[in-house]
């Protein structure tokens, strides 16, 4: 994938969460989770601006992440931050709903997608998403969940600087956030690959040369043909699906193919 279409994805990606916190959130002091709900409070009760704020609190952590998660992640994490704190410079903050529960929901949803995609197209939008992407490369846990848990503290903050009935507003917006985030960034789900095919050093080649995953080869027979066939295994995370299903069917389109969702995977498996 070429840098520009990433770069478009992800420039798309933050006007569409600058238009989200202006239109649906900031109007109802609903706020965000992280870094930048904590932004969205200083924007509400100091002069400067939310969009500011944001800047000026993720300078730490994209510092820690540029040293964790290498130059190009943290370069397209800073474009995807000023994008938004742009954005959100010249988008009104106008109330598109008089319901606050209302735009809670659809703050939510939008937000989720538009940080979903940011994410998905290796980028951030600052704050604890870098946290948590560092944290899900030693353990394969869910995404968004990890960052609604490291975004809660927002919701006893706004509690006290404002409402608890916006706290909960800002609860059930990050809950629908994280939910959106998991369906779009799949990394963590791991799935289980099984081809039985006549060409199976030609297909075991070419996998191993475009994914760095170990690979079972095991001696098959076909219990009705009496065919000799084999049998290759291995475990994948659910982005390389898309990598190795135009591979197998290159190769081998007669293979059969069995793929199903891992619970949980022990051993020597790369995470990042």
Known sequence: MSNIYRLII????????????????????????????????????????????????????????????GKMFIGNSVFSVLVTSFSMQYIPVRSVTDDALL??????????????????YYGSTGGFDVVSLMLIK??????????????????????????WDLALYTMASIYITGIVIDRI???????????????????????????????????????????RREVLFTVISRYELAIVRPIIYEIDPEAFVSVSETMEVMGNFRRE
Do not use: C, Q
Not at 43 to 68: D, E, Q, S, V
Not at 108 to 117: H, L, S
Not at 204 to 216: A, Q
């Open 103 to 120: 735009s809670a929901v659809f703050g939510g949803v939008i937000a989720g997608i538009a940080i979903g995609f940011i994410i998905k």
């Open 10 to 69: 992800n420039f798309t990606a933050s006007v569409i969460l600058g238009f989200a916190f202006n239109m649906f959130l900031l109007p109802h002091e609903v706020l965000t989770g992280g870094v930048t709900g904590l932004a969205m409070v200083f924007g509400l009760l100091l002069p400067l601006n939310t969009g500011i704020w944001i800047i000026i609190l993720n300078i730490p952590i994209l510092i820690l992440g540029w040293l964790k998660l």
């Open 185 to 227: 960034h799949t990394r963590h789900i791991k799935l289980s690959l099984m081809v039985v095919t006549n060409k199976g050093d030609d297909l075991k080649k070419e996998l191993l040369n475009n994914l760095v995953r170990g690979i079972t080869v095991i001696e098959g027979k076909g219990a009705y043909s009496n065919t």
């Open 138 to 163: 030693k353990w394969d846990i869910p995404l968004g969940g990890l960052i609604f848990a490291l975004n809660s503290i927002v919701v006893f903050i706004s509690g006290f600087v404002f409402a």
